[in-house]
């Protein structure tokens, strides 16, 4: 019998644990499990249906407000000197570890709004990263990874990118690694804002911190302001889910739960001339490019105290038969589980909330 040959260098499985095993669980199960929780949650802590209506009425007030004051935006060209300097400026956190001004950052930064994220319709991180000029990704069926100004090293796991929550590190703690794609710790959808930081910055964070700096402030309980449901399908038979529930109560209490669930299909069928033998299944790959993963975010504020847990499980098929699998038998089906938990200080300005 030939050998087998990798299509594509992947990941040793000696460093990372793996998984090969069938999808056992309905995914539509999970979903709906996790919609009657929170379904349960908001109906026993939510506000009467009168209070939701005035609410509500208030909502649609500010908005058509600020919709009102933004188009009446005066023309910044035409502005005396004196004006100039009230105008509101962005203020960004993880250029310094602190609150300030993009102006007065010592780096270029960019920031990308919840607003912009829903206007241009990224479902990924990996899909706002694109739009960010001096970025660009690539993509070998297993990870994405992130070139910054022209350099993407092969083999490179975006060690050289450091990626915060809410300013608290989230390189995973094998490769030292970012994971930018569906198998992101946060669905995109929770996310308030993205502050991208070009340049080092090793001397505030060490390690990873070499070409850029990525720190994502997420949504707060009152952003939500109760139940929210969002259901999605598109092509290769992709299917996505979502269910939060966020509330500010009267005692100071601030909570926010969210599952997230995405299943995928991938391509059915898929040709790599490189390896078209009889050995290798003539090149191709059926039903291997298929992906399954879920995530769930607990965050809870009190006072000057704040709790943020998350969990995220992730598999995906591979159809480059890496890891010495055999491409001519069921695709190979790594997958990653991953948790993190932590209690912090000084809710006022955790990782640059406003």
């Known amino acids: 019998m030939a050998p087998t040959q990798n299509f594509l260098p992947a990941r040793g499985l000696s460093a990372r644990s793996h998984k090969v095993k069938a999808y056992r669980n309905s995914a539509w199960f999970v979903f709906a499990r996790a919609a009657t929780l929170l379904f349960l949650v908001s109906g026993l802590t939510s506000p009467s249906w009168a209070q939701k209506r005035k609410a509500d009425a208030s909502d649609t007030g500010t908005v058509a407000e600020a919709q009102k004051s933004e188009q009446q935006e005066p023309d910044l060209t035409k502005l005396s000197l004196g004006d100039l300097t009230k105008v509101q400026i962005e203020t960004v956190y993880g250029a310094s570890k602190f609150s300030q001004k993009v102006t007065r950052a010592p780096s270029s930064v960019t920031i990308v709004t919840a607003d912009e994220i829903q206007k241009y319709g990224y479902r990924t991180l990996a899909d706002l990263l694109r739009s960010v000029p001096g970025f660009y990704l690539s993509y070998d069926r297993q990870d994405t990874y992130i070139g910054v100004r022209g350099i993407s090293r092969p083999s490179d796991y975006n060690t050289l990118v450091l990626t915060l929550i809410d300013g608290h590190r989230v390189n995973e703690n094998v490769y030292d690694g970012t994971y930018i794609d569906g198998e992101f710790l946060l669905d995109i959808d929770l996310i308030d804002r993205v502050e991208i930081i070009r340049g080092p910055g090793s001397s505030l964070y060490g390690t990873d911190a070499f070409f850029a700096v990525i720190n994502i402030i997420t949504k707060r309980g009152r952003d939500v302001h109760g139940t929210e449901v969002a259901v999605s399908g598109g092509g290769q038979e992709t299917y996505h889910g979502r269910v939060s529930y966020g509330q500010q109560f009267k005692n100071g209490l601030e909570l926010l739960l969210s599952e997230t ?24 790959a059926r039903d291997a490019d298929g992906s399954r993963f879920h995530n769930t975010f607990v965050s809870a504020a009190y006072r000057d105290f704040a709790f943020r847990a998350v969990y995220d499980s992730w598999e995906k098929h591979i159809p480059t038969a890496s890891y010495t699998a055999d491409c001519r038998r069921q695709p190979h089906e790594p997958g990653d589980s991953r948790g993190d938990a932590e209690t912090l200080g000084d809710e006022a300005d955790i990782g640059g909330r406003r």
Do not use: C, M, V, Y
């Open 261 to 284: 669930f995405n299943d995928s299909k991938g391509n059915r069928e898929l040709f790599f001339p490189e390896f078209n033998s009889p050995a290798t299944n003539f090149g191709i």
